[in-house]
C-alpha cells in the first residue's frame, strides 16, 4: 500500500487514498497477486498530485488534475530502445481515467465508471531507459487531456485526448 499522505493537491485525504494505489482502483489483484496487461508498468506508477481547481479559460467551471510519475524501465522501451507509443497510449488510458474519478467524487460523491470509446496520441520526443516521466492529466468536457513530460531530459515525450464514455451493460 502506498501511503496517501504524500499525494499533494486539494483533494480530500479519502480521495487521494484511493487514489495512492492505482492498481488496486482498476481492479488489478486477484487473490493478492497483481494480474492484467501492463502490471509491470503499474507497479512503478507513483500519484503525485490530486486537486479540483477552477478552468483558466472558465472560471466559472471546475478541471481534475492528477499528475503521476514514473520511471523508464526496460519493459518500456521498443526495439530502438526509447519508450514505446503502446507504452505512451496505455500511460494516457490509465492516467486519464485518475482525475474523472476525482472530479466525480469532490462534484458528486460518485465513483464515475468509464470505458475508452477513443485514445488519439501525438508523439513529441524519445524518453529513453532510466529518465523520469511526469504524467500530468486534466479533465475535459467528456474526457481527459494527458502530457507525458521527461523531468530528466525537460521535453514534452507524448499527449494524448482521452474520451470516455459509460459503459453499458453486455448483451447476452
Not at 487521494?16 to 481492479?27: G, Q, S, T, V
Not at 481547481?53 to 472560471?59: Q, R, Y
Not at 524501465?73 to 492516467?95: K, R, Y
Not at 470509446?117 to 524518453?127: C, D
Amino acid at each position: 500500500m502506498r501511503d496517501a499522505s504524500l499525494v499533494a493537491g486539494n483533494a480530500p485525504d479519502e480521495v487521494k487514498a484511493i487514489l495512492a494505489n492505482p492498481m488496486e482502483l482498476l481492479k488489478m489483484y486477484k487473490d493478492g497477486e497483481l494480474t492484467g496487461f501492463g502490471r509491470t508498468v503499474l507497479s512503478t506508477l507513483t500519484v503525485t498530485e490530486a486537486s479540483l481547481v477552477k478552468k483558466a479559460e472558465e472560471p466559472m467551471r471546475d478541471e481534475a488534475r492528477v499528475v503521476c510519475k514514473l520511471i523508464v524501465d526496460e519493459e518500456m522501451l521498443n526495439g530502438a530502445n526509447t519508450l514505446h507509443g503502446g507504452c505512451s497510449a496505455f500511460l494516457v488510458d490509465i492516467c486519464s481515467t485518475l482525475p474523472i474519478i476525482v472530479y466525480g467524487m469532490m462534484n458528486s460523491d460518485k465513483f464515475l465508471m468509464s470505458v475508452s470509446q477513443s485514445i488519439n496520441m501525438t508523439y513529441h520526443s524519445p524518453a529513453l531507459l532510466g529518465d523520469e516521466l511526469k504524467i500530468v492529466n486534466t479533465t475535459m468536457t467528456v474526457g481527459t487531456k494527458s502530457m507525458i513530460w521527461n523531468v530528466t531530459r525537460k521535453r514534452l515525450v507524448a499527449s494524448g485526448i482521452h474520451v470516455k464514455m459509460e459503459p453499458s451493460q453486455p448483451k447476452l
